[in-house]
């Protein structure tokens, strides 16, 4: 069997939500000049990588954050949206555990919000990162792949990529703007590198 590539996580740029803690699921918050910096350093870095091909949240921040990288042939998959946080979209956490003292996105979720913003359990998120990943895995016979998305998706994803359960997204922090892989080693499917920032890459 040939060798295998590896998947190449990219976490967007900042937005003035990001940069500010609140939680931003589906809402479209475009980069800062900050956010579309860190975009554009990341493009050395990823024209090493050979990548084959591309797919993206459908945001505007992780398409934005694709073109300024230098991976301007992608493809939008709805399975990558950020979670859906439902009533605690746009709130801080230090604003939820004003009303929810102790509260912990991963262990007890979100409340129901609006029709655009009905809210999804971790669970639901890790089923959309595994049909992300049951459509990417046989295209990395041909080389890396990419997939520009969001920090508690791509964690959640990560985790299934593991054979961890969903909620162990927690033990990844993920920092806007940065570069990770994931691949094999020993028919293992493991991190090989995580969080990795635009000065490092």
Not at 144 to 164: E, F, K, S
Request: net charge negative; charged share 25%.
């Amino acid at each position: 069997m040939g060798s295998m590539g590896n998947l190449i996580l990219i976490r967007h740029g900042e937005t003035e939500w990001s940069r500010d803690g609140r939680h931003t699921g589906r809402t479209d918050v475009a980069l800062t000049p900050k956010g579309e910096a860190a975009a554009k350093s990341l493009a050395p870095a990823v024209a090493k990588l050979n990548i084959i091909a591309t797919f993206t949240s459908p945001a505007e921040r992780a398409e934005r954050t694709a073109q300024l990288a230098g991976l301007t042939d992608s493809t939008p998959d709805p399975d990558l949206w950020e979670w859906d946080y439902g009533g605690y979209e746009g709130r801080t956490t230090t604003e939820i555990q004003a009303e929810r003292p102790d509260w912990n996105l991963w262990r007890d979720g979100v409340v129901p919000g609006d029709a655009e913003h009905p809210g999804e359990t971790v669970e639901q998120v890790g089923e959309r990162a595994d049909r992300a990943l049951a459509r990417v895995r046989p295209l990395l016979a041909g080389g890396n792949i990419a997939l520009v998305a969001h920090g508690h998706l791509l964690r959640v994803l990560t985790a299934c990529w593991l054979q961890l359960d969903p909620a162990a997204g927690r033990l990844f922090r993920l920092d806007t703007g940065t570069i990770s892989e994931l691949g094999t080693e020993h028919d293992n499917q493991v991190i090989l590198t995580w969080n990795v920032p635009p000065t490092a890459s």
